[in-house]
């Protein structure tokens, strides 16, 4: 199988530690997590991870169920670029004289959808969000203009065919109890089990 960029969601309920948890999970599989994304979700008390990883789909199947054995995790699941719509958010610092004296750099701002969110004397930080190819053209192109700094969000994805994880959870509570009822053998008999 061949190795290929998948995002990972994550439902889980906000619990210290358990970021280091699921890191220690990728990193005993020697798996970098090339994007990482932290934030409630629909669901008040309810956390979503968006983790973006290269891999094969045999070892992430592994890897998703290892993750959904974790107590404190509702839900876990993981899905193709083609299955999620995505973005990145990225900032842009840019000397002023640069942009100032070049119309070149203006057009090219309009054409990536930048905006400009701080104008100093000294530099202009521009904010602009896409895929990661978008936000990397930009970067090359702004470049040669003296770019100052950089810098990336983690993914945000929401699944296409998803109706989200709010009505996961209905359908769930909404299953109908087995008529089956078990019934534990050992229940009332305590006095004959917990003796010395």
Known sequence: MEKQEYTITVYTENQVGLLNRIAIMFSRRKINIESLNTSPSEIEGIHRF??????????LRKLVRQIEKQVDILKAEYSTNDEVIYQELA???????????????????????ARAIVIRKDYIVFETSGTREEINRLVTALEPYGLMEFVRSGRV???KASMGF???????????RSEEV??????GQQ????TM
């Open 157 to 159: 994805a929401i699944i």
């Open 50 to 59: 968006t983790i973006v990883v290269n891999e094969t789909e045999d070892v």
């Open 166 to 176: 709010h009505e996961k959870l209905k359908e769930f509570e909404q299953k109908e």
């Open 91 to 113: 900032l842009y610092k840019v000397p002023t004289d640069a942009i100032a004296e070049k119309a070149k750099v203006e057009r090219l701002l309009r054409e990536y959808g």
């Open 182 to 187: 078990a019934e534990n053998e050992y229940l």
């Open 191 to 194: 006095d004959h089990v917990f």
